[in-house]
């Protein structure tokens, strides 16, 4: 069985300070794991995802997560936040077989102070 | 390249009533997704096509909920009689195949009343 919790329902960071999104999951077999973004009234779209290899992934606006085995951990940053990153973010987990279906986290919304 | 398109964007009906939704995966892609979003949860997975053919279906309430994807390409998400409970937005993403990442489309939001 896999799970995602996601620490913080809501962050709110001032614009040029660091994010961090917090994200722990539990699985019984080694996971792939992602977090998406998802802006108002929008579907959901990919940010990053681990699944072999190098365990600091970099994904898309300046985002980057790091995979930590030992702490079942996958926390998303970014150095400096800007306006336009103010969303809702979902980590989630799935298996590495094509049967495994994704699992997401509550979520994660994130405001940005000017 | 289009994306994943989904009708109606919102939808308010009167518990007991039935509606349906409609997606169009994007051009190419083999495998089909709903999901179920609630306020303040992440999106849980109702049903999984690979072509026409169904993967995986075992979080779909089959006493009311129903979908199809016929000729393996636009699919229908039906809910008959919908409950004041089902109030959320249904999710449809698209994939190459099964193990490939998964494009979502705006979704359609679903008022139960």
């Known amino acids: 069985a896999q799970s995602v919790t996601q620490l913080g329902s809501h962050v709110s960071v001032s614009e040029g300070a660091l994010v961090l999104l917090r994200c722990n999951y539990s699985?019984?077999?080694?996971?792939?794991l992602f977090w998406y973004v998802q802006y108002p009234n929008q579907g959901l779209q990919l940010l990053l995802k681990y699944t072999t290899g190098a365990t600091l992934v970099k994904g898309i606006n300046g985002f980057e997560a790091e995979f930590k085995k030992s702490e079942t951990s996958f926390h998303l940053t970014k150095p400096s936040a800007h306006m336009s990153d103010a969303a809702e973010y979902f980590c989630?987990?799935?298996?590495?077989?094509?049967?495994?279906?994704?699992?997401f986290g509550s979520g994660t919304r994130l405001s940005i102070r000017p | 390249e289009a994306g994943v398109a989904q009708s109606p964007r919102y939808k308010i009906i009167e518990k007991r009533q039935s509606v349906a939704f409609w997606c169009n995966p994007i051009s190419g892609h083999a495998t089909l997704y709903w999901y179920q979003q609630i306020l303040g949860q992440g999106p849980k997975l109702l049903i999984q096509?690979?072509?026409?053919?169904?993967?995986?279906d075992s979080q779909l309430p089959k006493d009311r909920f129903s979908a199809e994807r016929l000729k393996g390409v636009d699919s229908t998400l039906k809910i008959q009689p919908a409950k004041l409970e089902d109030s959320a937005v249904y999710l449809c993403a698209s994939s190459l195949g099964r193990t490939q990442d998964q494009y979502f489309g705006p979704g359609t939001r679903l008022l139960v009343l």
């Open positions: 989630a987990v799935s298996g590495y077989s094509s049967a495994s279906k994704i699992i």
């Open positions: 096509f690979q072509n026409n053919g169904v993967v995986d």
């Open positions: 699985s019984s077999v080694p996971p792939y």
